[in-house]
């Protein structure tokens, strides 16, 4: 097993006159064990130093307190502790990680070269990308405001102070990446020969329905009725909602016209590779943490990666199976 600290905070404190015991505990000794008691020495630089064993692989955190008068307030220093089954494990998470960051963020561009090529986008539902519009615009608006905006980070550490924001400097990108994608696949859709093709009643109504939810929801947040944290957690609600049921329409397009022509499966075939990924980067997470709970214990985000792939399977099998197409060879002979 192999320990690694994270996010170690410092004690924000005034420097004691004299020796002052802190009081440590392991959240979970189960993961690791700690000393009772640490005693900081009146030196120049006050310090303490204190052994951590590992008992077994975890995530947990060590809390510090004191009941000195010159030391107050410092149950919120803590220090985060890693215990893991393997650092090369930790290692190809990480390549798998960028993998599937890379996968789905260059999914986007077959489509897009697709309908430039063909200067059509009929084959492409209309209602995927109305409903791709809003939901990766609430997973964009989520990331950057947890990313970036102050406010927002101290809602959450308030909220779960024992816990690392959950949103990386990737995850922004994509999210504005993925909105702009889907913007130049509008303007396409303006702009190309798209035939009798638009947003159905039912995408109409799916659109409709979460702009205003939105949209209620940030009134909520401006006078002050739920928390904008709250709010920004409604977005991300929203964005798994479109992800639920964005694909059945251009599954449903697909069969109705017997064909997958003008729907793009290179950018099914990375879509699914990005998908296989990212569930077995939660496995693989999981098995070095021993923490099976992760994703067990959020059957949203492991369901939804199931999902996303189980609809680019019947994708693979529309296109190559039910609906594939002969191509016609003519044999040229010289005379």
């Given at each position: 097993m192999t320990n690694h600290l994270r996010d170690l905070y410092h004690i924000d404190s005034a420097?004691?006159?004299?020796?002052?015991?802190?009081?440590?505990?392991?959240?979970?000794?189960?993961?690791?064990t700690v000393p009772d008691e640490v005693t900081i020495q009146n030196d120049p630089a006050p310090r303490a130093n204190f052994t951590i064993t590992a008992?077994?692989?975890?995530?947990?955190?060590?809390?510090m307190n004191t009941t000195s008068q010159e030391i107050s307030n410092i149950s919120h220093n803590y220090i985060k502790v890693e215990v893991i089954r393997s650092q090369t494990l930790l290692v190809i998470n990480a390549i798998i990680g960028w993998l599937y960051f890379l996968a789905w963020t260059?999914?986007?561009?077959?489509?897009v070269l697709e309908n430039w090529q063909r200067k059509s986008v009929i084959g492409l539902n209309f209602d995927l990308v109305a409903l791709n519009l809003i939901g990766f615009s609430a997973y964009a608006a989520f990331n950057i405001n947890l990313f970036w905006v102050d406010e927002i980070?101290?809602?959450?550490?308030?909220?779960?102070?024992?816990?690392?924001?959950?949103v990386k400097g990737n995850d922004v990108f994509f999210g504005i990446h993925s909105v702009i994608l889907t913007i130049f696949l509008i303007l396409q859709c303006i702009r190309y020969e798209r035939g009798n093709q638009k947003v159905s009643r039912t995408g109409t109504i799916l659109v409709s329905g979460s702009t205003i939810f939105i949209f209620v929801s940030l009134i909520l947040a401006i006078?002050?009725?739920?928390?904008?944290?709250?709010?920004?957690y409604y977005l991300s609600y929203v964005k798994l909602g479109v992800n639920v049921v964005k694909n059945v329409p251009q599954v449903y397009l697909n069969y109705k016209r017997q064909s997958t022509e003008g729907w793009s499966i290179t950018g099914v075939l990375l879509d699914v590779v990005g998908?296989?990924?990212?569930?077995?980067q939660m496995i693989l997470i999981a098995y070095n943490h021993d923490d099976w709970g992760s994703m067990l214990g959020n059957p949203t985000?492991?369901?939804?990666?199931v999902l996303s792939i189980a609809f680019d399977v019947i994708f693979?099998?529309?296109?190559?199976?039910?609906?594939?197409?002969?191509?016609?060879?003519?044999?040229?002979?010289?005379?």
């Amino acid at each position: 097993m192999t320990n690694h600290l994270r996010d170690l905070y410092h004690i924000d404190s005034a420097i004691p006159k004299q020796a002052t015991t802190i009081n440590l505990y392991s959240r979970n000794i189960l993961v690791v064990t700690v000393p009772d008691e640490v005693t900081i020495q009146n030196d120049p630089a006050p310090r303490a130093n204190f052994t951590i064993t590992a008992v077994g692989p975890g995530e947990t955190e060590i809390i510090m307190n004191t009941t000195s008068q010159e030391i107050s307030n410092i149950s919120h220093n803590y220090i985060k502790v890693e215990v893991i089954r393997s650092q090369t494990l930790l290692v190809i998470n990480a390549i798998i990680g960028w993998l599937y960051f890379l996968a789905w963020t260059i999914s986007f561009y077959p489509q897009v070269l697709e309908n430039w090529q063909r200067k059509s986008v009929i084959g492409l539902n209309f209602d995927l990308v109305a409903l791709n519009l809003i939901g990766f615009s609430a997973y964009a608006a989520f990331n950057i405001n947890l990313f970036w905006v102050d406010e927002i980070k101290k809602e959450y550490k308030a909220l779960h102070p024992y816990e690392i924001i959950p949103v990386k400097g990737n995850d922004v990108f994509f999210g504005i990446h993925s909105v702009i994608l889907t913007i130049f696949l509008i303007l396409q859709c303006i702009r190309y020969e798209r035939g009798n093709q638009k947003v159905s009643r039912t995408g109409t109504i799916l659109v409709s329905g979460s702009t205003i939810f939105i949209f209620v929801s940030l009134i909520l947040a401006i006078v002050g009725k739920i928390s904008w944290l709250n709010f920004f957690y409604y977005l991300s609600y929203v964005k798994l909602g479109v992800n639920v049921v964005k694909n059945v329409p251009q599954v449903y397009l697909n069969y109705k016209r017997q064909s997958t022509e003008g729907w793009s499966i290179t950018g099914v075939l990375l879509d699914v590779v990005g998908g296989v990924f990212s569930v077995l980067q939660m496995i693989l997470i999981a098995y070095n943490h021993d923490d099976w709970g992760s994703m067990l214990g959020n059957p949203t985000k492991f369901g939804l990666g199931v999902l996303s792939i189980a609809f680019d399977v019947i994708f693979i099998i529309q296109h190559y199976i039910l609906y594939k197409r002969d191509k016609t060879y003519v044999t040229l002979i010289n005379s």
